[in-house]
């Protein structure tokens, strides 16, 4: 299948770690150009924008706190006036404290949520702003949670909440941006073994590969493949979609 991305350039949130990582390479070996956002980790920003490359894509790496409108736009200008066209933005930036309800503090409930919902919001509002008023077709993939829909057992309410809150916000996006030409979807990961959940994988893996029929843990290649697909001409039919990527985690 011809996939159609090649000369496009993507926009990935947190894009030097994981599934972020892994969405990068999976678009570079499609001829993507890549725009890895991060925020704290340069050196792991580096290492990615170095693979991306080898792969024979171009890449560039730009530090914005997406929790900031002001660096959201800053984010959104660095990567039009590198390569002329933005196509793509995929929202993938997460934090996953625990805590317990009763244990939460306000920080720690704000944070997760500037983290996991408003920074969608933002990064996404100037990338449809830019892409409407140069008229041109665009994708938007939201990377949420079988949380949104199950809730968390494992101390992880507010995680689950913000999750949910990007479930609604792509359908109503979606609505809004069809007339627009710019298609917005959402995938649903499980448990895909990234350093966000690697300590609580070590301190339980029998518990969490319980919980998968498939049995195993996702790798973040598994996620990219499929993210890939989403933002692919031959989905274009497709918006407003949450599609499931749990091993079996999640099934409706």
């Not at 693979?51 to 894509?57: A, F, H, Y």
């Not at 407003?240 to 091993?247: N, P, V």
């Amino acid at each position: 299948m011809e996939l159609k991305l090649k000369e496009k350039t993507a926009i990935i949130t947190g894009g030097s770690r994981g599934v972020g990582r892994g969405i990068c390479l999976a678009l570079a070996k499609e001829g993507v150009n890549i725009v890895i956002n991060y925020h704290r980790n340069n050196e792991a920003a580096l290492e990615t924008k170095t693979e991306v490359e080898k792969l024979g894509s171009k890449a560039i790496i730009v530090k914005a706190d997406i929790g900031s409108p002001k660096e959201c736009q800053f984010l959104i200008d660095e990567a039009e006036k590198t390569f002329g066209n933005i196509d793509i933005l995929i929202n993938n930036a997460g934090y996953w404290p625990k805590n317990w309800v009763e244990d939460i503090s306000i920080e720690e409930w704000n944070r997760t949520i500037d983290v996991n919902l408003t920074s969608v919001f933002l990064t996404s509002q100037a990338f449809v702003k830019r892409n409407i008023e140069k008229k041109r077709p665009a994708k938007i993939l939201n990377i949420t949670s079988q949380a949104a829909f199950k809730g968390s057992t494992t101390g992880h309410a507010h995680y689950a909440a913000s999750k949910s809150g990007v479930v609604a916000f792509t359908v109503s996006m979606a609505r809004e941006m069809a007339k627009h030409d710019i298609n917005i979807n959402a995938l649903a990961l499980g448990i895909v073994e990234t350093d966000m959940i690697k300590e609580a994988l070590d301190k339980n893996e029998d518990y969490y590969l319980s919980r998968i029929p498939l049995g195993r843990v996702a790798k973040p290649e598994d996620i990219a493949n499929i993210a890939v697909f989403l933002v692919s001409e031959p989905a274009s039919y497709i918006t407003g979609a949450t599609i499931d990527a749990t091993g079996g985690m999640l099934m409706r």
